[in-house]
């Protein structure tokens, strides 16, 4: 059974400042992919970063930037120059890499607050 | 290109009724997902939607069904609802492929009462 683990229900940064999410997951699967998606006040779910499980590069978007360790099943978030817009709940999410295997799961969720 | 949009956003219902709730995908997306959301029990996958076929189903009970239409729009609905059903519903519409990201929509806040 896939399942994915968030250890941090919390987290604080002061604005300018970095700050890094973990994320822990199981599978047997070879290939797959991972993601962090951010949930805002407003409830919309936004996809930060996205890894393949086949590049050992970590993936990177502007800011954000992932600690992907395929041997240690680890993938955490790090988020530099945090800003005020950053706080939200922050999900660590798989799938499986198999057409009609849509479905994503996710970890319980670290929630981020920025401190001006 | 318009995001995915779900209705209503919000609403009230009592032990015992049905619901029915609407998600409209990005155009061009054949699959929609379905997820609930809840405090306790987190982000769940209910089921996926691709061609109006049902391609996948989480653990959930039979009062909770869906169906897609021709457009790929789609639709869920919970039947005999119960207090545990109180939930953010969540839909996600993406292209064909497993490497294709999924995008959410707004989320439609049901209370049962």
């Known amino acids: 059974a896939q399942t994915v683990t968030q250890s941090q229900p919390e987290m604080s940064v002061q604005e300018a400042e970095t700050v890094t999410l973990s994320c822990t997951y199981d599978?047997?699967?070879?290939?797959?992919?991972l993601f962090w998606y951010k949930q805002p006040p407003s409830r919309q779910m936004i996809l930060v970063i996205r890894?393949?499980?086949?590049?050992?590069q970590n993936a990177t978007e502007n800011r954000f930037s992932v600690n992907f360790q395929k041997a240690a099943k680890s993938f955490s978030l790090k988020i530099s120059d945090s800003q005020l817009g950053d706080a939200a709940m922050y999900f660590c999410?798989?799938?499986?890499?198999?057409?009609?295997?849509?479905?994503?799961?996710f970890g319980t969720g670290t929630r981020l607050t920025v401190i001006p | 290109k318009a995001g995915v949009t779900q209705t209503p956003r919000y609403l009230i219902k009592t032990r015992g009724q049905q619901v029915t709730l609407s998600c409209s995908p990005i155009?061009?997306?054949?699959?929609v997902s379905w997820y609930q959301q809840t405090p306790g029990q987190g982000l769940q996958f209910l089921f996926e939607?691709?061609?109006?076929?049902?391609?996948n189903k989480g653990n959930f009970p039979g009062r909770f069904s869906g169906r897609q239409f021709s457009n790929s729009r789609s639709e869920m609905n919970v039947s005999t609802l119960e207090l545990g059903d109180s939930a953010l519903y969540l839909c996600?519409?993406?292209?064909?492929?497993?490497?294709?990201?999924?995008?959410f929509g707004p989320g439609t806040r049901l209370t049962v009462t």
């Open positions: 155009s061009g997306h054949r699959s």
């Open positions: 939607y691709f061609s109006e076929t049902q391609r």
């Open positions: 996600a519409s993406s292209l064909q492929g497993p490497g294709y990201e999924q995008y």
């Open positions: 599978t047997s699967e070879s290939d797959y992919y």
């Open positions: 890894q393949e499980a086949y590049k050992q």
């Open positions: 999410a798989y799938r499986i890499h198999q057409t009609g295997a849509n479905n994503l799961f």
